[in-house]
């Protein structure tokens, strides 16, 4: 698959998220049942999202590793139990577009990493992987995620 690697401007937003301990082997079950558990606080608070669900993860996934599941919502909404207040930084990031299953992002990181060297970046150590059409009702060759790797100083 051939991606196309380009660099944004990412625009600060406020989010409710959820931090969750992890291994590499749980987490589409940990990432799950932390959408699930935003989804829900939505429904009840009656908050529209501001853009899509969102997984972050800090520096590359070790044996056991925390991620942070969130949601874009407006500022000031209300947290819930679990869930707590966060915010998606400003600022250039590295940005790719995988399309297809889950499985498959390796390739999609190895290309965007590829192209922050050769383009003479440097990561900060963290990524974004925003979920940009609902995986439980399109089908996977058709599921959209946007990797996004916040750019600093060289």
């Not at 699930?36 to 853009?51: C, D, F, S, T």
């Not at 993860?57 to 909404?77: N, Q």
């Not at 498959?104 to 979920?131: F, N, Q, R, S």
């Amino acid at each position: 698959m051939s991606y196309h690697c380009e660099l944004r401007d990412e625009t600060a937003q406020p989010t409710l998220a959820v931090r969750c301990k992890t291994t590499y082997h749980k987490l589409p079950k940990t990432i799950g049942d932390g959408f699930a558990m935003l989804r829900q606080h939505l429904r009840e608070k009656q908050i529209v999202p501001a853009g899509p669900m969102y997984v972050k993860y800090e520096g590359a996934p070790a044996h056991d590793f925390t991620i942070e599941v969130g949601v874009p919502v407006p500022a000031g909404v209300p947290v819930g139990s679990g869930i707590s207040e966060s915010a998606l930084p400003a600022g250039p990031a590295a940005t790719v577009i995988h399309r297809g299953h889950y499985t498959d992002l390796p390739h999609a990181y190895k290309a965007l990493e590829k192209w922050i060297v050769t383009e003479g970046h440097a990561a900060t150590g963290e990524a974004y992987e925003y979920y940009m059409n609902d995986g439980e009702h399109t089908p996977p060759d058709a599921w959209l995620t946007r990797i996004s790797m916040p750019i600093g100083q060289r």
